[in-house]
């Protein structure tokens, strides 16, 4: 589902393996290709995120000063 804001909300159902399954819309969105690694990062009290790649990035340009290897 998408909105005006560029927010978007999809569903993903956790398998027996603990395997989940990205929407194709959201891989499309994100520009996630098969082979890529996402970064998950937690917290106990407000859940789970998984940034865009692009955030990624800006994030290890800023620490590091440049793109990861």
Same mark, same amino acid.
């Given at each position: 589902? @998408?909105? @005006?804001? &560029? @927010?978007?909300?999809?569903?993903?159902?956790? &398998?027996?393996?603990?395997?989940?399954v #990205?929407p194709?819309?959201?891989?499309?969105? =994100?520009? *996630? /290709? !098969? &082979?890529?690694? $996402? $970064?998950l $990062?937690g917290?106990? /009290?407000?859940?789970?995120? *998984? !940034?865009?790649?692009?955030?990624? #990035?800006? =994030? =290890?340009?800023? #620490?590091? &000063?440049?793109? !990861? /290897?």
């Amino acid at each position: 589902m @998408k909105e @005006k804001s &560029g @927010k978007y909300s999809w569903t993903a159902t956790v &398998g027996e393996k603990g395997q989940i399954v #990205i929407p194709k819309q959201a891989r499309e969105v =994100f520009d *996630i /290709k !098969p &082979g890529d690694t $996402l $970064l998950l $990062l937690g917290d106990e /009290k407000r859940g789970i995120a *998984i !940034p865009p790649k692009q955030q990624m #990035i800006k =994030f =290890f340009k800023h #620490i590091y &000063g440049g793109e !990861p /290897k």
